[in-house]
């Protein structure tokens, strides 16, 4: 079947057994390679060796006296193993023993994968060898890095440990023996659990929301009177919402434990949340009970089919049911029995103890998803509240989620992820089922009829989005570790006006050609005399719109240069699971039949597509197609389009997307008891509208003639109406907020205040003008600056928090920070509190991002940068990428570099133009150290 993965029949054994190397930081470790296969030798069978990009590296390529010599070159990127001398059949026998080393040298901490990508000259019918890897994840370790840092996260059913390679705590569940079966009590066992350590499976994707109310589906389920009823705001700044989607009359009751009200006192919330206040216990005091002998209590909520986990939260606080077997219920998602007598005691191990039930779900009716409590022997059913995460989100959502602090996915060498060929993803609703049995109940899975409907080389069995040809549902575009890159690029170096960054009609950017390691031999479509006689069809079919720049992309190609090695692109990307998606089309006159060029297409050494051939995929010469394959990657991904005799590979564009939302290395452990995992929502329509940012020529609107100074000892922020600006006149940054003058709307004021008033978030109904920390640290939580400006505690983002406060000189009143005076116009504890805290980006949790829910409209975004980590202070220790509404603002932004100094603080300010009714989100990418932003300002900007 045309993308299936299947086992490699190499004509070599495999090379090693996969082997992890600690390595200190400052150091050179030795990775020894066996060339031996049971009386062959790949050197001399021939062939030219690759490793990964990214490494820095020596390498001995002495073999034992028997073998032939070879030799090495070795860059700051890629490291190159000589062609060896080659020889004819027959292969000459070498004897066992044979062997090579590479050492690696640890220059900073990280994982670094080496592998083996290419082996092999090529057998006797001309055809190359398949490829076998040998795969070596080197640690670069420096115990710095964890010194202080506590991972227990109180939960006798997780290894706990930190990794002295990044820093990161380490939760690995416990084996299910020794009753840790559920390492994190959410009901789901650990083969079926998508996040084995999160209660509340925030690694599954977003939440969701209800199309009939508009409204995220974090529901406190109460609508009575009482104070804990209603709409609240969770200790991670979340809301949830007062109670809907109810088909009863609404019977709401509250805690009457210890008589209620202060004396009502609820344990395991932090376990939940990674935090407590007033309002979160609040969901724990309230709940909706069922109406007997009323109809079954149902919740339902208007979503697209697709693929779901369901969090329903439970506590006993009715001291008529304190006690095991005093209220139990059956508890159906979507008809199917998820949990048979749920005891909420038992399953919390107390009463006045929250606990969740999560259960995994596929909506295939087009009608919804329904959440029924089935009234039992005992009691009443009851509720707290409810919370839905779509798979990947998948296009649908618009709010992002918060983990909590103890979540944290495993490292490659102890997670197990679903290789392809196991993999069987669902797609929409056909007419044939089977049943797969999960830990608590019998699911019902829709299987689909045969088939390719997208055309996009994936069956629809193994389509993760079978009506989307570039499988936007699956995740969002990977990052290139190397170069800081997202994995979208215009396969094309030359001067011709198709090659280059190009803009596709959706609004993203595609970057030009890079991975590859031949020298580049770039063409274009000379189809109809080449220009605009060249006309490609098929394009509004994949994209879903056309343009000048996105037919570009398919005007270009990049084509392998014979008798050089195979056209191999490489990218350096963490352990997980990716869609590739290759995009061709035939523009050549030499080429416009079928045969004329076919190519074996080989990712992470598997053969997706034998003897493809664009022009039959496509159906015509001139017509773009995609290919796409889902690709297991333990650790960097390597596609390689192999030579035969019919012409040589040509490719137009490669795009890699990610599960899970970027380069997270969050996995999926396959369940137990089937091959069958969840896939992503299969209900995504084609990329929405393009968001860019507002160019030059529509941001300034200011008088040229009119001045303003800010004066340092000022205690307001400029009113938008009075206060008026003077654009320098030539190119420069004079207030140093990374906008040009030309594009600065109040470039005197690198605060931007005469831009306009401050935006409000519609979810939390707060100013956006936010501290950013929600430690108990005591520069965290709501300041008030020396302006009188009120600074409120964290919110928006979509991690569980991580904060830091400064270290510098030894933290506290040790650590000074210079440059305040000259953003606030003056000084005071509260407004260096500002900058003492900061929110840093969980590795290797998803990026760190921040949503809003504003109206559209054009903003400012102000983000305060300092650094106050004593382990960065240098240029380039640490570097991030900073995207508004998915665009690139600022490539490899450095702080120290920007502010001048360690230590001193500093602003980057964005114009941004929100259109597509999602509200303004804003992220920021790992380059070198986890990102880390102090402060967040948000301005409407005036018209």
């Known amino acids: 079947m045309p993308g ?89 026998t070498i004897g066992d023993g044979s062997a090579m080393s590479i050492d690696v040298a640890c220059t900073a901490a990280g994982h670094k994968l080496l592998s083996i990508l290419d082996v092999g000259l090529g057998s006797p019918d001309g055809f190359p060898i398949e490829a076998c890897a040998l795969d070596a994840v080197v640690s670069c370790e420096d115990p710095a890095l964890c010194s202080g840092v506590s991972c227990d996260d109180e939960n006798p059913c997780t290894d706990d440990s930190c990794d002295a390679a990044t820093g990161d705590c380490i939760f690995a569940p416990l084996p299910p023996a020794g009753g840790c079966a559920d390492a994190d009590n959410d009901g789901l066992e650990i083969g079926d659990d998508p996040c084995p350590v999160d209660p509340r499976n925030f690694c599954f994707g977003t939440v969701a929301v209800d199309a009939a109310t508009g409204n995220a589906i974090r529901v406190n389920a109460n609508t009575s009177t009482s104070e804990c009823a209603g ?95 005093d209220r139990t219920f059956d508890i159906k998602v979507e008809g199917e029995l998820a949990y048979s007598a749920f005891d909420q005691v038992e399953a919390a191990g107390a009463s006045a103890k929250a606990v969740v039930r999560a259960y995994v779900v596929i909506v295939d009716d087009g009608n919804g998803i329904e959440v029924e409590l089935v009234n039992g022997p005992a009691n009443n059913p009851a509720i707290k509240a409810i919370e839905i995460l779509s798979a990947f989100a998948g296009g649908t959502t618009t709010t992002t989620t918060l983990p909590p602090s103890t979540t944290t996915t495993l490292p490659p060498s102890t997670t197990t992820t679903l290789p392809p060929s196991t993999t069987t993803t669902v797609p929409p609703p056909t007419t044939t089922t089977t049943t797969t049995t999960t830990t608590s109940s019998t699911t019902t899975t829709t299987i689909p009829t045969p088939g390719d409907n997208d055309n996009d080389g994936l069956e629809n069995v193994d389509d993760p989005c079978p009506a989307d040809p570039l499988n936007r549902c699956f995740g969002s575009v990977a990052v290139d ?96 699971l990716y869609v590739v998606n290759l995009l061709f089309a035939n523009t050549y006159d030499g080429s416009a039949n079928e045969g004329d060029r076919l190519t074996d297409i080989v990712v992470e050494g598997v053969i997706a597509y034998p003897a ?70 299969t209900t995504t329509t084609l990329p929405p509208t393009t968001t860019t940012t507002l160019p030059p020529t529509t941001t300034t609107t200011l008088p040229p003639t009119t001045t303003t100074t800010l004066p340092p000892t000022t205690t307001t922020t400029m009113s938008p109406v009075t206060t008026t600006t003077t654009i320098p006149t030539g190119p420069g940054d004079d207030d140093n907020d990374g906008l040009e003058n030309a594009q600065d709307p109040c470039p005197g004021d690198a605060r931007n205040a005469c831009a306009g008033p401050l935006a409000t978030d519609g979810t939390s109904g707060l100013d956006i003008r936010i501290n950013a920390n929600v430690s108990s640290n005591e520069c965290g939580g709501t300041k008030t600056t020396c302006n009188a400006e009120t600074w409120y505690a964290d919110f928006g983002y979509n991690q569980a928090p991580k904060g830091s406060a ?56 102000n983000l305060y940068f300092a650094n106050t980590y004593d382990g960065t202070q240098g240029v380039g220790e640490r570097t991030m ?9 600022y490539d490899d932004f450095d702080q120290v570099v920007a502010a001048g100094a360690s230590a001193r603080v500093v602003v980057r300010s964005m114009v941004v133009n929100v259109t597509d009714s999602d509200g303004l989100s804003f992220h920021l990418e790992r380059v070198q150290q986890a990102p880390a932003v102090k402060g967040i300002e948000v301005r409407s900007l005036l018209p």
Not at 26 to 55: E, F, M, Q, R, W
Not at 519 to 545: P, W
Request: hydrophobic share 35%.
């Open 4 to 92: 299936a993965a299947h086992a490699v029949n190499c004509a070599i054994a495999p090379l090693l057994t996969p082997q992890s190397i600690a390595c200190p930081v400052g150091t050179s470790c030795s990775v020894p390679i066996d060339l031996t296969t049971g009386g062959a030798n790949i050197a001399a069978l021939g062939g030219t060796l690759l490793l990964s990009p990214g490494l820095d590296c020596t390498a001995d390529c002495a073999l034992d006296a028997s073998a032939p010599a070879g030799s090495c070159t070795t860059s700051a990127a890629t490291c190159v193993f000589a062609t060896f001398p080659s020889s004819q059949p027959p292969f000459p």
């Open 231 to 325: 709409d609240k705001l969770d200790c991670s700044g979340v809301m949830w919402h007062g109670d809907f989607g109810f088909n009863q009359s609404p019977k709401s009751s509250t805690c009457n434990i210890n008589g209620g009200g202060e004396s009502c006192v609820i344990s395991g919330i932090p376990a939940l949340f990674g935090c407590d206040d007033e309002t979160t216990e609040d969901l724990f005091q309230c709940e909706h009970s069922d109406r007997n002998p009323s109809p079954e209590l149902i919740y339902t909520f208007d979503v697209p089919d697709g693929a779901y986990v369901v969090n329903m939260f439970f506590a006993n606080t009715y001291d008529g049911s304190e006690n095991i077997g």
């Open 481 to 576: 570790g190397n170069t800081g890159n997202t994995i979208r690029l215009n396969a094309n170096t030359s001067t011709a006006e198709c090659a280059g960054d190009k803009t596709d009609c959706n609004g993203d950017l595609w970057l030009a050609d890079f991975g590859y390691n031949q020298s580049a031999k770039a063409s274009s479509c000379n189809l109809g005399g080449g220009g605009e006689a060249c006309v490609i069809s098929g394009i509004t079919d994949m994209f879903g719109c056309d343009s000048e720049s996105t037919e570009d992309l398919f005007q270009c190609e990049h084509v392998d240069r014979n008798p050089a090695p195979n056209l191999i692109y490489d990218f350096d990307v963490p352990a997980g």
């Open 612 to 681: 493809f051939d664009q022009v039959a995929a496509a159906g015509a010469s001139g017509r773009a197609v995609v290919r796409s394959v889902l690709a297991n990657v333990s650790g960097g991904l390597q596609i390689e389009l192999v030579n035969r005799p019919e012409n040589n590979p040509a490719i137009k564009a490669i795009e890699v997307l990610s599960a899970g939302g970027g380069v997270t290395t969050t996995t999926i452990e396959p369940p137990s008891t089937t091959t069958t995992t969840l896939p992503p929502t």
């Open 806 to 861: 400064c270290n510098l000189g030894g933290g506290g009143e040790g650590c000074v920070l210079s440059g305040i005076t000259e953003l606030f116009g003056c000084e005071n504890e509260e407004t260096e509190d500002i900058f003492q805290c900061e929110h840093s980006d969980r590795k290797p949790a998803p990026h760190l991002i921040y949503s809003f829910d504003v109206p559209n409209g054009t903003y400012v975004i």
């Open 881 to 889: 990428d900073i995207f508004a509404e998915g665009v690139l603002a």
